[in-house]
């Protein structure tokens, strides 16, 4: 038998180790990999790496799940070919054959698709100057390399940046930008607040105002519009305003954190597609036989906490790859796991913070905040739904274990009174849910 895994990313480090646990035989696991490197932790990218504080061989997968550190020597011990550089270009699922470039062809009985995602570009829009040099995205290690190369540029000259994004990405590279050392930061996003697809406006206030107070300057509700340069390189990011303004920002480095699209284009055609990935079941099996797909690119059947109801969504966070990593390899060697049951769950970490949130900001549910959120410490909000259960819980700070009781409530949809919680402690919130479920 030969088990493929197409992708050598997050997941497919992941892959490799469940099926070490699982006993699968050495000589028959294979990964295929475009990038020059190993699988490793790719949130990393976007936290300790920017300062400098984590370098490769250090962050390689399974550091961040608590496991035994990957690195090349680990897979050929086991006996499992890791091909680094080597990038698929076309699949026949059904002749089970990867053609590489360069022409080798590849055999598999069994193929994992963990083909993860790929950022949005602005070229894509057709955002004038979106090509100029100097404007910088980051996926992987080769992206983070040239942009730290482009911020120690920027710190020794006292150059300006702008980030595009008050998502997630553009959160934490204004923080790491801003924390390595660059004078002047503006965060330019078309949202009323930071990351506006989960925070409330009293949590966005709260991480602005840390911002603001670390030399960042958020200017919300702006849309970009386009680029200026001079000899090719960015010198300006023009957007406009809430009110139709039009203004250009300064920059001579540029991090665009606009969002990702999966990379499933390689099987259009071939297998079932939803959400923009690829369909697959509990067993992240997907509609052609002996193949699977886990990680971003998948997109599975996931149970909403708030509704009850079952709908096929992608989820683009390590948690998910992760777990559906070692669901389809339990799968692939016929161990038939029970159908994956995956609760959504979101982690940050911006200078010295670093917050959770489990469940769903539901729309309809009541949002009660919590805690301290002046000193910043342990803060968060509670997403109660109609007949008083826990469907969401977002929590700043707190002690480590704080995160394993709110995924426990949510997971449980706890009772609770809001009516009756002490929301000024953040301890006292997080005792009120432990005692719930
Ligand atoms: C900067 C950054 C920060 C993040 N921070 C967080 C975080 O804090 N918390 C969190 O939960 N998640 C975070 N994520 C998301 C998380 O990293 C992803 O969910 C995870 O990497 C998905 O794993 P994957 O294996 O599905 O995809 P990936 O890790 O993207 O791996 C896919 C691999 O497949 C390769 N590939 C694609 N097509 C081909 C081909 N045709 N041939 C060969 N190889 C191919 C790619 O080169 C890539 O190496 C972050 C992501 C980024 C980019």
């Given at each position: ?52 504080a984590a370098k490769l061989p250090g ?171 001079a000899d090719g390189k960015v010198a ?202």
């Amino acid at each position: 038998m030969t088990v493929v895994v197409l992708g050598g990313g997050n997941a497919a480090g992941y892959a490799a180790r469940e099926y070490v646990a699982s006993g699968g035989k050495p000589g028959e696991l294979k990964i295929i990999g475009e990038e020059g490197v190993v699988s490793y932790e790719r949130p990393a990218l976007s936290k300790g790496f920017l300062l400098g504080a984590a370098k490769l061989p250090g962050f390689h997968t399974c550091v961040g799940g608590g496991g035994e550190r990957q690195e090349p020597s680990w897979y050929a011990d086991k006996g499992i070919e890791f091909r680094t550089g080597a990038k698929v270009t076309a699949a026949d699922l059904k002749a089970k054959k990867l053609t590489l470039e360069g022409g080798e062809v590849v055999s598999f009985s069994k193929l994992i698709i963990a083909t993860g995602a790929r950022v949005v570009k602005l070229t894509e829009f057709k955002v004038p100057g979106a090509d100029l040099s100097g404007i910088h995205y980051l996926r992987n290690v080769k992206d983070g390399e040239a942009m730290l190369a482009a911020m120690a540029q920027a710190k020794e000259h006292g150059q300006k940046v702008v980030v595009v994004g008050g998502g997630y990405i553009g959160m934490e590279c204004a923080a790491g930008l801003v924390s390595s050392g660059i004078k002047s930061v503006t965060m330019v996003f078309p949202e009323p607040g930071l990351l506006g697809r989960l925070l409330t406006p009293e949590l966005a206030g709260v991480y602005e105002r840390l911002y603001q107070e670390k030399g960042v300057t958020c200017v919300k509700g702006a849309k970009v519009t386009g680029f200026t340069g001079a000899d090719g390189k960015v010198a300006g990011v023009q957007y406009t305003d809430a009110s139709g303004a039009t203004h250009t920002a300064e920059a001579s480095l540029v991090v665009v954190g606009v969002g990702a699209r999966a990379n499933a284009e390689l099987f259009a055609g071939q297998v079932e597609m939803a959400a923009g990935g690829i369909k697959v079941d509990g067993q992240m099996a997907t509609s052609v036989p002996d193949v699977y797909a886990v990680g971003d690119v998948a997109a599975f059947p996931l149970k909403s906490v708030a509704t009850g109801e079952v709908a096929h969504a992608r989820q683009e966070h390590v948690t998910h790859c992760r777990m559906s990593a070692a669901q389809a390899i339990k799968a692939a060697l016929g161990l038939a796991p029970p159908p994956y049951d995956y609760l959504p769950y979101f982690y940050s970490r911006i200078f010295n913070l670093a917050w959770v949130f489990y469940g769903e900001a539901a729309p309809g549910a009541t949002v009660v905040h919590f805690g301290d959120t002046k000193e910043a410490k342990c803060f968060g909000a509670l997403w109660v739904s109609a007949d008083g259960h826990l469907v969401g819980a977002f929590l700043e700070g707190g002690s480590p274990e704080d995160p394993a009781v709110l995924k426990a409530a949510v997971a449980s949809k706890a009772k609770v009174d809001a009516a009756k919680l002490d929301a000024s402690s953040g301890a006292a919130v997080i005792a009120a849910l432990k005692a719930a479920h």
